[in-house]
């Protein structure tokens, strides 16, 4: 049973910066498929990036320029590095995994994943 765990949240002002990071355990081959998600107030969820175990990576286009996935295969870690933030960036981001092989245009795909963590909030105010 794979179990994320996110940390890194918190409050900053618009242009400001943060890292979340996921941690990964029960899967030491670690996960094919690592995607960040986001959840506004009143929102539907989204995905925001995917990286792959293989070095693919994917954005959504709002944070295309601005946020930077990454991840320690051999930590089995994610990270999402996040730059000039914006008050249309708060909400609660979650960490997914899946162990199936996906087509790398899907990965952002809420339907794709079968494991999911809590989630830590990031709040952007202007």
């Known amino acids: 049973q794979v179990q994320l765990a996110e940390s890194g949240g918190g409050s900053v002002q618009a242009g400001g910066s943060l890292r979340l990071s996921c941690a990964v355990s029960?899967?030491?081959?670690?996960?094919?498929?690592l995607t960040w998600f986001r959840q506004g107030p009143g929102e539907e969820r989204e995905g925001v990036a995917c990286?792959?175990?293989?070095?693919?990576?994917i954005y959504t286009d709002s944070v295309k320029g601005r946020f930077s996935i990454s991840r320690d295969n051999a930590k089995n870690t994610l990270f999402l590095q996040m730059n000039r933030l914006k008050p249309e960036d708060t909400a609660m981001y979650f960490c997914?995994?899946?162990?199936?092989?996906?087509?790398?245009?899907?990965?952002?795909?809420?339907?794709?994943?079968?494991?999911w963590g809590q989630g830590t909030q990031v709040t952007v105010s202007s």
């Open positions: 997914a995994a899946t162990r199936d092989s996906i087509i790398v245009g899907s990965c952002l795909a809420l339907s794709q994943y079968s494991y």
């Open positions: 029960g899967d030491t081959a670690g996960p094919k498929w």
């Open positions: 990286a792959s175990k293989a070095g693919n990576t």
